[in-house]
């Protein structure tokens, strides 16, 4: 529990200092040691031994307009966490799409792109005090055309709009057929998949009991901005005096 609760606090301190300002969007985290637990009002995230669906590492959608996830115990479980809180948080019922060009050659017509924030850089993670976390897509990833100096993904590991990543993945319905497609990087190349009209493979799932919980994301609002940078600069200064503090007692 100890190890989920530490995990949890720096997902909470990515939520906040990292995914709000980005997408204005904001949650509390909180861990139980089962679902029972938790406020009828937040979303569970469970660790299991199996999410039910075969291949997947990982799963988030909604039932009875609640959002859940799933993930499966694995040695990168915490990025996972991240990965499927992100998610959950800017994409709750798993249905928000944004039009833009297709990426597929021939295709002329608009296309609606599944907003999945972590997907396209799917294994791509960098740290919060010693904890992995999930590497997240900018809004403008979704926009042709945009420009923006940092990149396109909260690591920068993004250079360009709707771009994959090795290991990543990107889904989209085509209004015109009714069929969802996937781009998938999981061999040596990028490669395109027809998901069918009735997707059998439902394009929000990761390839491949203790829980944590987030409340229903909140909007931030301007005053918020100034308590999380305020949040922000004394987190850093503790944990940059924690890390002086550890180069002391190797070294001194």
């Given at each position: 529990m100890a190890e989920l609760k530490r995990a949890a606090s720096a997902i909470q301190f990515q939520v906040e200092r990292d995914l709000a300002p980005i997408w204005m969007v904001v949650a509390t985290l909180r861990v139980f040691?089962?679902?029972?637990?938790?406020?009828?009002?937040?979303?569970?995230?469970?660790l299991v031994k199996d999410v039910g669906t075969p291949g997947a590492l990982s799963i988030h959608a909604a039932e009875h307009g609640i959002p859940y996830a799933k993930i499966m115990l694995t040695d990168d479980w915490t990025q996972t966490v991240s990965h499927e809180i992100l998610e959950m948080l800017t994409n709750p019922q798993g249905d928000?799409?944004?039009?833009?060009?297709s990426i597929r050659r021939g295709v002329r017509?608009?296309?609606q792109y599944l907003i999945q924030v972590c997907d396209a850089c799917a294994l791509i993670s960098y740290a919060i005090?010693?904890?992995?976390?999930?590497d997240f897509c900018r809004p403008e990833f979704y926009?042709?055309?945009?420009?923006?100096?940092?990149?396109?993904?909260?690591?920068?590991a993004i250079k360009k709009p709707l771009q994959i990543l090795e290991g990543g993945y990107l889904a989209?319905?085509?209004?015109?057929?009714?069929?969802?497609?996937?781009?998938?990087?999981?061999?040596k190349k990028p490669t395109f998949q027809?998901?069918?009209?009735?997707?059998?493979e439902d394009?929000?799932?990761?390839?491949?009991?203790?829980s944590v919980a987030a409340s229903a994301p909140r909007e931030v609002t301007g005053q918020q901005r100034v308590v999380q940078a305020q949040v922000q600069a004394v987190r850093d200064i503790r944990y940059w005096r924690a890390e002086i503090s550890k180069l002391i007692e190797e070294f001194g």
């Open positions: 040691s089962s679902i029972g637990e938790a406020p009828a009002d937040f979303w569970p995230v469970s928000r799409m944004v039009s833009a060009s017509h608009k296309v005090d010693g904890i992995k976390v999930a926009q042709p055309g945009a420009s923006v100096k940092t990149g396109f993904s909260f690591t920068g989209w319905h085509d209004p015109k057929t009714s069929h969802w497609w996937q781009m998938r990087w999981f061999d027809d998901l069918g009209a009735a997707a059998d394009p929000r799932h990761r390839r491949g009991d203790s």
